[in-house]
């Protein structure tokens, strides 16, 4: 349907576009700018073929694969507890759902943050370890912690749209399943686990983009020399050399394209109509 | 009629502190049409779903083939339902949402394409397996779901309210439909609808509910004929139901006037209930008449005029296909066969007067129930 609109219609949607513009499209055209250019702002390549020589190609891959980590244990944990919210009473759902989401009235640094005092070697986890007999056990400074802050951190973007796509799920439609000769776990199985695909999707999209990017994590958690792409590309920012901006967003716009793809495949699994991937 | 295939023993069942069933005795035959009649909150939902599985009664005992099947659940129920918003898998294509409860038994691929194509043609869709549910309309999907729930070959089918979304037209397809594969393939039916013509034209035996009981068992024409109280003569069709008094067998007193009636086994001068159905009533000038009365209202409906006769204040409502008047005086006669009279019970005094009759409130009261 093409409609024309009118001059106040154009007027409402202006300081969307106009936001859009100065905050969306020029950032990203400038990062497009300086990532195919060099110090002195002459077309260049370098700063990709760079990418190969100095590491940071072995960062991205790992980074990808911690994130990937996350994103899988998330799903794990939030399917079977958005399920279990979900056949609660309208009551207690709501209490449910507003616990999972209770971390993230934090500020996600200061949430980072107490979870590094949580697991440091003198801390509280640590302490009530060794009372119960276990010792020695390092908990802060290993990957595992920075999976663990990423999966800490990031759970209620996986619970929250799963849960919302279960709950709509017509009741009729289970017991109708049940009618035909479907057992609980059928019912799972063939019935609500199709149905809450776009849900999924969803939900993995919210966890795994935050997940590849972050930095912040990687440095409270994570061993000293650890890094992930979020933090090389922070370091660029930070630096004062005078190629320092093209390199980091020369990886921002890689990083960019790799999510991209990784979304693009993603969104293939679930319905066409169902608008899955939510991008963040 | 065959042998007994479902027996439902003395059912109760409460939410929190409302009874919804009280003590409900039912039993169905083999290759039975049966119809669960009754306003909206009367209980037949509910008894459905105890059939189904997916309520337990909190008393009573549920027999299939003169097995207990009270705890055994809904998947393993030789039973199907087809629910009232179709409850169709928006995730499968036609096809296999028909295919659904074949694939569960794990029959060979070859069989449950030939079931699934002997569906389709049953309820008229041949060609439509690829396409998908939300391309069809309401009646396509009405009738996959109704091959869903044949494919499996069930010996008792549930029917709830299965008709409701579709228009009159449609509806009155869907009707003949039904009627002509439940006999085709001789499942028994379970059909549960508010609709009492849906329920005369369709069914062996209709079930009359109100308030959680059975007020009333028996064939269509049983129900129509024989009402055992003012409830079931009101909500079958139109009834003038009049305070009367049974004088000894054949004489009955109402409206003033002693009037000869079929009816026998009362007691001498036992209070009653009479029912008059408006089309058994014949209208004869007001001096031939053995009552008479003012025509107040007066409705043209097609097929008759719908006319509303104060007598004795007491409003009459008479289907005749003459005109008569608003204000003229007409007089009634009734012979013996228009005459049924019931025992007076819980509901007497509750319907059969049109005094407050118009069409607008019926339909009003219609659509509160359906919200």
Redesign the interface.
Known sequence: MVKKRSIAQRLLAAPHILWSVLFIVAPLAIVVFYAFTDAAFHFSINNFTRLFDDGTFEVFTLSLAFAFCATCICLVIAYPLAYFISRANKKTQNTLVMLSMLPMWMNFLLRTYALSFLMEDTGVLNTILSAIGIDGVSLINTPGAVIFGMVYNFLPYMILPIHSVISKIDKNVIEAAEDLGCNRFQVILKVIMPLSLPGIVSGITMVFVPSVSTFYISQQLGPTDFVLIGDVIETYFKSAAASSYHLGSAISLVLMILIFICMAVMNRFSDDDSAGGIMV | MSKKLLDLKNISVCFDDAVILKNINLYICDGEFVTLLGPSGCGKTTTLRII?G?INPDTGDVLFDGKRINDI????REI??I?????????LNVYENIA??LR??KLPEKEIKNTVEEMLSLVNLKGFGKRNINSLSGGQQQRVAIA??LA?RPRVLLLDEPLGALDLKLRKDMQNELKSIQQRLGITFIYVTHDQEEALSMSDTVVVMDNGEIQQIGTPLDIYNEPKNAFVADFIGESNILDGRMLEDYRCFFSGKEFKCLDTGFEKNEAVDVVVRPEDVDVVPAEEGMVCGTVTNLTFKGVHYEIIVDIGNFKWMIQTTDYHEVGSRIGLKIDPDAIHVMKKSEYSGKFGDYSTFSDEIEEMSINDEEQ
């Not at chain 2, 659940?73 to 393993?76: A, E, I, N, W």
């Open positions: 189904g997916f659940p809904s998947y393993k199907n339902t629910f009232q918003k179709y409850a169709l898998f928006p995730h659904f409860g569960l038994k869903r729930a499996v």
